[in-house]
């Protein structure tokens, strides 16, 4: 997950080894649907799932959410739980506008508490920025808008653009398997999206004449 331009597809292609779409450096979503890639490492098999980016030009911000929270749903009903959610982060970017912090919050909403360790927050970009520029940022980030999810034990990591930091992250992870507080919102309490903790997150800011629109 992450914003458009944050470098998601990116950092899957260093995964799988793909190639680069045409334009994947344009500060627009290449990647409109959820999408699931599967890989294998030392024998080991992955499925790495790659998700239209907030702020994309092309899908308001209430489609990308009801896109991820659909997979989520479907593959909750199947049993299938996550062994870990990699949100990427323009290190140039102070996430100080709104999509970021909106983005932010929702990361956490979506998640909950109790599988907050499933995430880590990558920092991407590092080999385009003067690095003594970016660990300020980044300490920037802790302080600030990535605080409460650390403090419910989130993991900051960095991304180098390269295999090894990309599959270091992963590796991080572990096996540990959740249910992202979404889910079971959404399965086990069968509540509407909208009734969700993320939902009603989505929601936040937005004029009354907007939420009564679903806009």
């Not at 992450?2 to 500060?27: C, R, V, W, Y």
């Not at 896109?67 to 970017?93: P, Q």
């Not at 992202?180 to 399965?187: I, K, P």
């Amino acid at each position: 997950m992450g914003k458009t331009g944050s470098g998601m597809s990116n950092f899957i292609n260093k995964l799988t080894g793909m190639q680069p779409e045409e334009g994947a450096d344009q500060l627009f979503s290449r990647t409109q649907d959820v999408c699931a890639y599967e890989c294998y490492r030392n024998g080991q098999r992955f499925i790495l799932v790659d998700t239209p980016g907030f702020n994309n030009g092309k899908l308001p911000s209430s489609a990308v959410f009801r896109a991820i929270a659909t997979w989520l749903k479907e593959t909750y009903r199947h049993s299938i739980k996550l062994t870990g959610v990699i949100y990427t982060h323009n290190i140039r970017d102070d996430g100080r506008c709104a999509t970021d912090a909106q983005s932010f919050r929702l990361l956490g909403r979506l998640c909950g508490d109790e599988a907050a360790d499933r995430i880590r927050l990558v920092t991407t970009m590092w080999d385009e920025v003067d690095e003594s520029e970016a660990v300020k940022m980044e300490g920037t980030l802790q302080r600030t808008h990535w605080q409460s999810l650390i403090r419910a034990r989130a993991r900051i990591k960095r991304f180098h653009n390269t295999p090894d930091t990309a599959w270091d992250i992963v590796r991080d992870l572990g096996s540990t398997k959740k249910a992202l507080l979404l889910q079971r919102e959404l399965v086990d309490m069968r509540k509407k999206l909208d009734d969700t903790t993320a939902g009603k997150c989505l929601g936040e800011g937005k004029p009354w004449w907007k939420r009564l629109l679903g806009r």
